[in-house]
């Protein structure tokens, strides 16, 4: 049996690479968490950056498809007026069906394309769901 004086250097030389060892696997853990953020600080501004592009894409579509609607109304009433002053000739400016395409070529005149509002490329964090005016189109 060795003596304890013998083993004290083998004693202390194990504690150093013990307390060496403990430390290295503290350091490494930090790293790691370390990257581990940074990935998910990434990975939230990706999420950022597709929420904020579907609501764009959503905006885009809901105001094409608001267009469109103004389009087929537009052409609608072209088309009607067309065929009714056809069909009524000279009874026509005092008609009654006169007075609707007044009223309703005015009513395209003050919702149209031109009274809308442009786009906007930024979108707020807080509010990812675009919301139209309550207008016909």
Do not use: H
Request: charged fraction near 35%; include cysteine; charge should be neutral.
């Amino acid at each position: 049996m060795a003596k304890l004086e013998d083993q004290l250097n083998d004693i202390i030389i194990n504690m150093i690479r013990v307390s060496t060892a403990t430390k290295e696997a503290q350091a490494w853990a930090e790293v790691q968490s370390k990257r581990r953020e940074i990935e998910d600080a990434e990975r939230k501004v990706q999420e950022v950056c597709q929420q904020r592009n579907r609501a764009r894409m959503d905006c885009l579509i809901k105001e094409t498809e608001r267009y469109v609607k103004f389009r087929q109304i537009k052409d609608y009433i072209e088309i009607i007026a067309a065929e009714g002053r056809k069909r009524l000739g000279e009874a026509y400016p005092s008609s009654d069906f006169s007075r609707w395409v007044e009223w309703a070529e005015l009513y395209l005149k003050e919702n149209g394309p031109d009274t809308w509002g442009l786009p906007k490329f930024d979108v707020p964090d807080n509010q990812w769901s675009t919301r139209m005016p309550s207008t016909m189109f």
